[in-house]
């Protein structure tokens, strides 16, 4: 796990939350936003990009309607919205 999820994780061996789920998937859309920018012609990660970004953006929507604060702390935390 990342430096960004264990700030957000609520205990030592939290993995399955959404705030976890959310900077995994963060770092996972960062690491492939990299690797299509090398490789324009890889579909099959760009489809797996698309698919990580929905998932987030899933997850967030969740997010917002059942913990606000929980909500602002991952934005804040993880740099998504300005």
């Given at each position: ?23 995994l ?21 760009s ?36």
């Amino acid at each position: 796990m990342n430096k960004k999820a264990q700030e957000l994780a609520m205990h030592d061996k939290d993995t399955g939350s959404s705030e976890i789920q959310i900077a995994l998937l963060t770092e996972k859309i960062e690491t492939l936003s990299k690797h299509i920018k090398q490789f324009k012609k890889d579909k099959h990660s760009s489809v797996g990009l698309l698919r990580a970004v929905n998932r987030r953006k899933k997850l967030l929507e969740y997010l917002k309607n059942t913990k606000m604060n929980s909500y602002k702390n991952v934005l804040s935390k993880l740099g998504l919205r300005k």
